[in-house]
């Protein structure tokens, strides 16, 4: 069985990656759109130095094999700029991706950020989205369902203001995570606040409309366990009840899945007996939200490989959860 | 033992209530305040029927016997209109609530909304809260951290921008339920994800600040049995200890309080497993989000009593859930 995290972001990029957003930023003032070839060039050696002490140790140290490997979450601000802003910072990270993919192809497999902007179709993503499947062979994407960053001025992930989209992810047969990034309301703290709430949010947005009638290939990825709604699973089979809507395993399971970005052992706990083993997929965000060593067990919070091993879970479920579903949820990883 | 619902809201009332509400609203299109004279009278029998198959019913038919009991949150809607709408509307909502705990005295102890409205200075709500508490005998109050209902223009509730309010209700020595109301942002589902989302971000916003350094005595619950917090509950002590903050159980368990509207076993489960007995309230939210049977208990989702009966508890936890906790957050429940 391979060991595959569905969750992981590049957060320890070379600095250089940094200076060319802060480059771009700055000239935002004085109207100016960075070009590409502004990007200091990022040596291989640079690239490998950002890895090796950090995901591929903790990779080797977990012992998980592969990561299902997207640019830094928090760093996409979709809301920074304009489409123009965004489409040269997402190509600049997806590219590094790749980068990272060729050099460590056991590791790692490529998930894009989406050049979205608030206010502009999701139809002028797919684009983006094709180059990195079928150019850089990526095998998904992460979608934002607020590019406001917290202002929340989107329609609904339901709403056919996202079909062009969902068309071309189902044209390539990849999957998304809805993933938001960092919060420029200041009511929401990114990782703590705004980051779980989406993930509610999309679920219930999910739970509400009929998308998957309209494309029952469809398939979404709600990280971090599913925000509040394993937690909240009674309320949610009561709420699609008194809505009379079909229960949850017939209108979402089939296209809706759960990461174990949850970190404590009752909460994995938890998640493993509400939620269909079909539809729950290993995920660490490693290295990402929460950084440190929990006092109360010695280990990473976020090791969550930990709270699987710790749990009676049958050799099957397990291959299911470390490795079947990711295969099923992720087609293309069969093309690496 | 008491059982004390710490979380009721009368969404059965008469008619006349919808119908002062509906003249409001329809009134501010010609820019007309409607005047509390302008209310239906409702009479004592018309509460009392509101009730006795609804709250009062469910109340025996469960074994709980006192309800802190409020106006239907998802109708406080301060975004709807302005100051004197809000103050209006609440003004008659709380003066409904007086009438129930008047009829019902053993069954019922008011906690009242609040007259914001957006843009509004909390410190605008301070007199109503004085009047519910001196005059008619509340006990605590709602506080809406979003009276925008889903678009979260207001400052963060540790700003100093809601101080005044917190003032007043450490002098009166009330407790505030943090809970939203209905959202007129597309994206939220009230029930399902603007509430659980708003229970989430408030739990954080206390996390990063030092609100209750300054006020020790200041006392929140978070319904909903805290959003997605006890689910996450790692997620927050990582969080806690990579922000350099002092661990949860210092820095905010004796100020914040949780109660038990999650409405499935597995989710009561968790949250006892995780957070501290002192800090959990018992509370069903009845009549309320979720109306219907289980098909998989055969019990009501929101009978939160059975799920609690259901666990081994011991009885001096046992008391606490059930009634301790709630006379030490709500003292002013001994005046009854």
Partial sequence: MKIIDCHG?????PAALQKFRDAQIAGLKDGID??????????????RESLENAQLKLQR????????FSPRA????????????????????????HRVCGLY????????????????????????????????????CNLNPDPSGGHWTSPPLTDRHWYPLYEKMVELDVP?????????????????????NADTTAFMQFLTADLFKDFPTLRFIIPHGGGAVPFHWGRYRGLAQDLKRPPLKE??????????????LPGIELLLKVIPI??????????????GIDPETGDYFDDTKRYLDALPIPAEDRYKIFEGNARRVYPRLAAR
Same sequence: chains 1, 2.
Avoid at 61 to 68: F, N, S, V
Avoid at 251 to 264: Q, R
């Fill in 176 to 196: 998304a995570m809805v993933h938001v990034s960092s919060s420029c309301n200041p009511n929401f703290h990114a990782t703590g606040a705004h980051y779980i």
């Fill in 61 to 68: 140290a977990r012992g998980t094999d592969l990561t299902i």
């Fill in 278 to 291: 079909e539809n729950i997929l290993f995920g660490s965000e490693m290295v990402g939200a929460v950084r």
């Fill in 34 to 47: 960075l070009p590409l070839s502004a990007r200091t060039p990022i040596g291989d050696d640079q690239i």
């Fill in 251 to 264: 209108s979402l399971l089939k296209n809706v899945f759960f990461d174990t970005c949850v970190y404590h």
């Fill in 105 to 140: 192809p056991d590791n790692f497999v490529g998930v894009c950020q989406l050049p979205q902007s608030p206010g502009v179709a999701p139809a002028q993503s797919a684009a983006e989205l094709e180059r990195c499947v079928l150019q850089l062979g990526f095998v998904g």
């Fill in 74 to 97: 928090s760093a996409m601000a979709h809301h920074v700029g304009n489409e123009t802003t965004s489409r040269r910072w997402t190509e600049t990270c997806n590219d590094l991706i």
């Fill in 9 to 13: 972001h590049y957060t320890t990029a």
